[in-house]
């Protein structure tokens, strides 16, 4: 199997696999060589399983960031029947890092609005790994804008490391844009439904995020910062981004916990990079029904409810003493 | 670039970079920017700015409040609201412990201060961040106490001036939970500005992040005190992607004036008397 990208943790199923793979290509089997494949098969399934519910949050962002997890032009062709692409900022360029377009979705028509992050070196670079300028977050917002007077319901599939930390983006206003989408994403009067497919990263996630309905995938995450970043700063060095990892409490089920999230999507069997059509299939089932059950909502309602899903989020205490010195 | 493996590379609403204290205890301070030794009490009477070269030292909560608000016109909303530790966070340290021990510093219970106050007579709703408390970053308290201070000045039809001081962004020991309070406050703003409110931002050193990738760039003003650090991704990260040097006064008040982010800049002895002069042309 030509599996360029193994993760660590997933070392024993390769091998278990290849063994099995060999025995395959034998040929004309005894009872006995097919009772053992049979066995390993199913020991294979058992030990995928195993692995992948007891997936750390340091295993879970290698996983989020898997070279062959599915990414937004995949999901374009096997979520959606048609996408006509929009490229226009209309005030500085086409930032490849995000995609919006004209997107058809099991008979509906909506406005797609994606991170995308390249597949090989030269889009990678070009997208510049799904980090978005401040031009990629203007084009979502003038799409999503349109679409909300043309009454088309946004998706919007994130999956970003965070927003591009560069001279240029800091130049053309990468805050200001940021903060404009927030904003803004937040009267538009359709409804939105926002999915973390892989990395959520930070203010460069959320700006392309605030929406009706937001899920995750199961072994996405989304973070105020990335664990590399966080242990950078608190850890004083990145080795330990696995203990940050664990600290923030950003994996699919901490966020369904904490109320940020209100669907985790699940994945297939080993991860969405193992079976990208079985993904898609499950992630087209989430998007219209949640498409669905929002559609039917007054404007009025709609946007009450998109405050409220905000306004309700954080912990703190009314009333607290301070320490006495 | 090479995001995924370059771990410092990578963006955040958490970007960092220590807010400057300044004014320390002591009877003498020296001037960061042009290492002149100052008499503390002059620099204090002179609103914490330098009166050799014009530097704007940090300004306390309480004395910001003196400088910008009419005397004994300040009435504090939610004033004993407090931090609560939503994922149960440790890094070398607890949260739990880190909160008190700002507590103790700063004798403030987070970084924000929200209320009611008029400025040269006009009424206004007033907040600020303080970059003393864990470098002014926003978790639930600052989120939940702006967004209040933006709901209150929607329905009191009152302008809204906030201050912001934040080099942390969003509060990282409060994880997920406190980016989303970038998306709370901006939505609130949201409604403030369909209602025709006046939002004044003031942007005063450091200003970064989370915090300025969400309410302190929606002013529909927006000034900035002299020489201030704003911007989102903090400027070691920027260098350390780009591997550029980074262009002189890269993220300054003065950088975002010049490429249209800012309006004025602003010298903390005119601060008042302009953000009257503005209320005023909008109808406050
Ligand atoms: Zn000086």
């Known amino acids: ?325 | 670039m090479s995001t995924v493996e370059n771990t410092e590379t990578q963006s955040s609403a958490a970007s960092v970079r220590p807010a400057k204290r300044s004014v320390p205890d002591g009877l003498w301070l020296r001037c960061d920017a042009c290492n002149a030794t100052l008499f503390r009490k002059q620099v204090e009477q002179n609103l914490n700015v330098c009166p050799e070269c014009g530097h704007h030292f940090y300004v306390p909560t309480a004395s910001r409040i003196c400088q910008l608000l009419d005397p004994d016109s300040f009435e504090e909303w939610f004033a004993e609201m407090s931090p609560s530790d939503p994922l149960g966070f440790s890094d070398r340290k607890p949260y739990r412990e880190r909160l008190i021990d700002e507590q103790r510093k700063t004798g403030m219970r987070d970084a924000c201060t929200v209320g009611r106050g008029y400025m040269r007579g006009r009424p206004l709703v007033f907040g600020m961040t303080d970059s003393a408390f864990i470098m002014g970053s926003m978790g639930s308290v600052v989120g939940e106490k702006l967004t209040r201070a933006v709901e209150k000045a929607t329905e009191l039809k009152l302008p809204l001036v906030i201050v912001s001081g934040s080099g942390g962004g969003a509060r990282m020991h409060e994880g997920i939970v406190s980016l989303m309070q970038m998306g709370k406050v901006s939505a609130a703003l949201a409604r403030f500005r369909k209602a025709r409110g006046l939002f004044i931002s003031v942007l005063t050193n450091p200003t970064m992040g989370g915090v300025a990738a969400s309410f302190a760039s929606l002013g529909d003003v927006t000034i900035a005190e002299p020489k201030a650090l704003i911007g989102f991704a903090g400027p070691r990260v920027v260098f350390q992607t780009c591997k550029i040097e980074l262009p002189e006064g890269f993220q300054t008040s003065e950088f975002l004036l010049k490429h249209g982010f800012v309006d004025r800049i602003v010298h903390r002895a005119e601060l008042r008397t302009e953000l009257a002069r503005i209320i005023d042309y909008c109808g406050g």
């Open chain 1, 1 to 325: 199997m030509p599996h360029v990208h193994q993760l660590p943790f997933e070392k024993p199923l390769y091998e278990l696999e290849e063994r099995l793979l060999k025995l395959e290509a034998q040929p004309d089997p005894t009872p006995a060589e097919k009772e053992s494949m049979r066995r390993m098969r199913v020991e294979l399934t058992q030990m995928t399983r195993e692995r992948y519910q007891n997936l750390d949050a340091w295993q879970t962002v290698q996983v989020s960031r898997h070279p062959e997890r599915p990414q937004t032009p995949d999901y374009l062709e096997l979520v959606f029947d048609e996408f006509v692409e929009l490229h226009g900022d209309r005030s500085f360029g086409d930032d490849r890092a995000i995609v919006t377009g004209f997107a058809k979705l099991a008979g509906r028509k909506v406005m797609l609005v994606g991170h995308q992050k390249g597949r090989n070196l030269k889009e990678r670079n070009e997208c510049c790994y799904g980090c978005a300028h401040p031009e990629g977050y203007r084009k979502a917002m003038q799409k999503m804008e349109m679409a909300s007077r043309y009454g088309l319901p946004i998706v919007c599939l994130i999956d970003t490391p965070g927003a591009f930390p560069g001279v240029g983006a800091e130049e053309r206003g990468q805050a200001y844009n940021i903060a404009v989408n927030l904003r803004d994403m937040s009267t538009l009067e359709v409804p939105i439904v926002c999915v973390v497919i892989g990395e959520g990263g930070s203010g460069g996630a959320l700006g392309i995020g605030m929406g009706d309905h937001v899920a995750v995938l199961e072994f996405a995450y989304y973070s105020v910062i990335s664990p590399e970043g966080c242990a950078g700063i608190l850890w004083k060095h990145a080795r330990h981004a696995d203990k940050a990892a664990r600290a923030l409490r950003f994996t699919s089920k901490d966020l369904l916990e904490l109320g940020i999230v209100d669907e985790v999507i699940p994945e297939p069997l080993g991860g969405a990079h193992r079976n990208h059509f079985g993904m898609a299939t499950t992630l087209k089932g989430s998007l219209v029904e949640a498409i669905q059950s929002l559609e039917g909502l007054p404007v009025p309602e709609l946007l009450e409810r998109r405050y409220q899903r905000y306004r309700k989020i954080g912990r703190f205490e009314e009333v607290g003493q301070l320490p006495t010195a």
